[in-house]
């Protein structure tokens, strides 16, 4: 697997899976200029690499959730001075570039032209420069206030105002719930495209794995010379599944059929649940998370528990005094019935996801990375019907016996020297939790009645 992904940028979505991984560029023609000093206007491109993960908005991505390709886009001018990370984005905010079909190109309104300061009678001292950032999915927002105008409680909920100085960020929050969850991505150069600038001719170096920073105006007189992003995958994504390993035997060996197991909640600790990206990386290929609200670094993680459900006041609740809502999935959930043929099956000896009632290793769901080590903590009952016993199950009307377990591991993903306990971006992980069971076994003797009864060692007084 590849350290980092890239976002398929395709003609007509944002696709996935695929075996094509050559790269190709598409050429823009919107507002062509054919004088040596015309305005050309400033034009996008994208490396199209297939992906083993999908990028999008929520869910899968389909032509029903996502009908055309489309990113975000700020930009800053800066005049004759190099970007300092100070100044507000005052050349683009949160543009939104679309694939045009038809003519196969990027495309936005309004076109935006890049400075010009140089012509064949004339030759300008200032070097004119602009900086541009970019991330994936779009997301409509209010610019005074930056808030999405959807006020999504998860995924992108937000970027930097217009009027914010420094380095544009996107609001993140993480879901549990695959039908809300967002792959956020962001925009970098690949270190492919040679950009000839228009004063001297020269190449203007970029390195590889940062924003375009400090872009000056291409030579090219047709505007053919784009900007060429890939995005890149600003998150972790993690499959949990879980299973029944029966007397300590391979999986597949099933537990008693009068005996249920039922996933109370979970506890993840070593990823955020919420957080700002910054745009503007300055370790190459690597996403930089500040404090939701942007103004600090993201130095730990979090601690959050996802329970079933259910309000029967054997678990944790919030503050508020109600239970929090389930995000597990309703397979492994008690029901409110033991003995209808609708219960739920439980956890069983075939492994199945945690969040979603599906077996698929794919469906995940995305977290903010940390330096923190990951840590899981299961609370997990194991009920058995059983007419004799006076207690009940958790059902409350099923007489029979309730064991709760908790079990709580330190992850170690891969082996070796390869092994580590911290998530990266841009890569998935699969974590087995693997509820181990073990039946209340007896065994007997019979010995021997004695040859000779026992007196009991006891001393009588003598009668004289």
């Not at 950032?133 to 927002?141: C, D, K, M, S, T």
């Not at 100085?165 to 695959?178: A, C, L, R």
């Not at 992003?229 to 009068?258: C, I, P, W, Y």
């Not at 769901?365 to 958790?394: G, Q, R």
């Amino acid at each position: 697997m590849k350290k980092y992904l890239t976002l398929a940028l395709a003609a007509t979505l944002f696709a996935a899976c695929s075996n094509d991984s050559d790269p190709v560029s598409q050429s823009s023609e919107i507002g062509k200029k054919t004088t040596e000093v015309a305005n050309i206007p400033v034009s996008f491109g994208a490396y199209v690499d297939r992906a083993t993960t999908r990028g999008g908005t929520t869910g899968d991505i389909t032509t029903a959730t996502l009908p055309a390709s489309k990113f975000g886009v700020f930009a800053y001018y800066t005049d004759n001075n190099i970007y300092d990370g100070l100044t507000t984005p005052n050349f683009m905010y949160n543009q939104e570039v679309n694939w045009d079909a038809t003519n196969s190109v990027w495309s936005y309104t309004p076109l935006k032209y890049w400075p010009n300061e140089f012509g064949s009678n004339a030759v300008s001292e200032d070097i004119d420069r602009l900086s541009f950032f970019a991330y994936a999915p779009y997301v409509a927002v209010t610019p005074s206030n930056g808030k999405a105008t959807a006020n999504p409680d998860w995924g992108i909920t937000g970027l930097s105002r217009n009027s914010a100085s420094g380095d544009p960020f996107v609001k993140y929050v993480v879901s549990f719930d695959k039908a809300k969850a967002v792959d956020l991505l962001w925009g970098i150069n690949d270190g492919t495209t040679t950009w000839n600038i228009i004063e001297t001719n020269a190449v203007q170096p970029f390195t590889a794995g940062l924003p375009w920073i400090d872009v000056q105006r291409p030579l090219d007189a047709t505007g053919t010379q784009l900007l060429k992003f890939t995005f890149k995958h600003a998150l972790s994504r993690l499959n949990v599944q879980v299973d029944a390993m029966v007397d300590a035997t391979k999986l597949g060996t099933e537990r008693d059929s009068k005996t249920r197991i039922f996933v109370r909640s979970i506890t993840f600790e070593g990823f955020a649940m919420k957080g700002a990206l910054n745009l503007n990386n300055t370790t190459a290929n690597t996403p930089v998370w500040l404090s939701y609200d942007g103004s600090n670094d993201l130095d730990n993680g979090d601690e959050v528990t996802i329970y079933d459900g259910r309000k029967d006041g054997k678990e944790g609740a919030s503050a508020a005094g109600s239970e929090k809502a389930t995000g597990l999935n309703p397979v492994l959930i008690q029901d409110t019935d033991w003995g209808v043929t609708a219960m739920q099956a439980g956890v069983t000896a075939t492994p199945v996801n945690l969040f979603s009632n599906t077996t698929a290793a794919t469906d995940g769901f995305y977290v903010i990375p940390t330096n923190d080590d990951v840590k899981v903590t299961i609370v997990y009952d194991v009920e058995t019907e059983d007419a004799n016993l006076n207690t009940y199950l958790s059902d409350g009307k099923t007489h029979g016996s309730s064991v709760e377990n908790k079990i709580t591991q330190n992850i170690t993903f891969g082996t070796g020297t390869t092994a580590t306990s911290k998530l990266e971006a841009g890569k998935s992980y699969t974590i087995g939790l693997h509820l181990g069971m073990n039946s209340v076994k007896f065994d007997a003797d019979v010995t021997a009645w004695p040859t000779t009864p026992d007196d009991g060692g006891a001393d009588l007084p003598a009668n004289n």
